[in-house]
């Protein structure tokens, strides 16, 4: 089976600027994560859906940060404008019986 | 609050040697945990979870809830085995399944 995809792999930008990342999971999974994790830290969980709706946004920094899944498949994760301290990998997981499969994740840099 | 503690920033052993990647936890309720793997170039991803109480690549961990760990062992390293190991905890129960990671441990075996 196809493992969770995402988009792009890499960015660049300037800080102010804005950033979406792309997200498809594993087919058939209802739940889909959103993690940042900043060099030399564990991930970080920013927004959980099931299905198209949000179950938990509670460390997502909603003044600059927003995701939608709009269908209940494919997500998207936004950052504008951005700051400095965004520069991570952005990892999207599906999961199925408790189990996270985890895409290849966005790294993001913010000069 | 829930919340995993990896000690260990980096560990270096030499092959055929034990090692050990240790992992305490703090959860009021009945944990899941897990230790999740991301070799180079590759995505993060499962390596054992408690629950199942099996043997991955040579790799055990068991759950003692009075010392509140979860280490990571295998009695002779191989240099296959170099990577970053990450330990979680997950929620049970509900729909809000989620998991928290530690900060991670880079383990390198030497030839």
């Known amino acids: 089976e196809a493992g969770v995809a995402q988009s792009p792999r890499y960015k660049i930008i300037e800080k102010r600027q804005s950033v979406a990342f792309w997200c498809n999971p594993i087919?058939?999974?209802?739940?889909l994560y959103w993690y940042q994790q900043i060099l030399g830290q564990g991930p970080k969980l920013l927004i959980q859906f099931q299905n198209n709706g949000v179950v938990d946004d509670s460390q997502l920094p909603k003044d600059r940060f927003s995701a939608e899944r709009l269908k209940g498949v494919d997500s998207t994760l936004k950052i504008q404008p951005a700051k400095l301290e965004d520069s991570a990998v952005y990892l999207c997981?599906?999961?199925?019986?408790?189990?996270?499969?985890f895409g290849e994740g966005s790294r993001l840099t913010v000069l | 609050a829930q919340r995993v503690t990896q000690p260990e920033k980096l560990l270096s052993v030499f092959k055929g040697a034990p090692v050990e990647l240790k992992c305490n936890y703090s959860y009021s309720g009945s944990p899941e945990l897990f230790w999740y793997v991301q070799y180079s170039r590759q995505r993060l991803q499962l390596l054992l979870r408690h629950i199942s109480r099996e043997s991955i690549k040579g790799f055990t961990a068991d759950l003692n809830k009075g010392e509140t760990s979860f280490h990571l062992k295998k009695p002779f390293a191989q240099e296959e085995d170099s990577a970053m190991y990450y330990c979680?905890?997950?929620?049970?129960?509900?729909?809000?399944?989620?998991?928290?990671f530690g900060k991670g441990t880079l383990l390198t075996v030497n030839p």
């Open positions: 087919s058939g999974h209802a739940t």
């Open positions: 997981a599906s999961t199925r019986y408790g189990e996270l499969f």
């Open positions: 979680a905890l997950g929620d049970s129960g509900g729909s809000n399944y989620k998991l928290t």
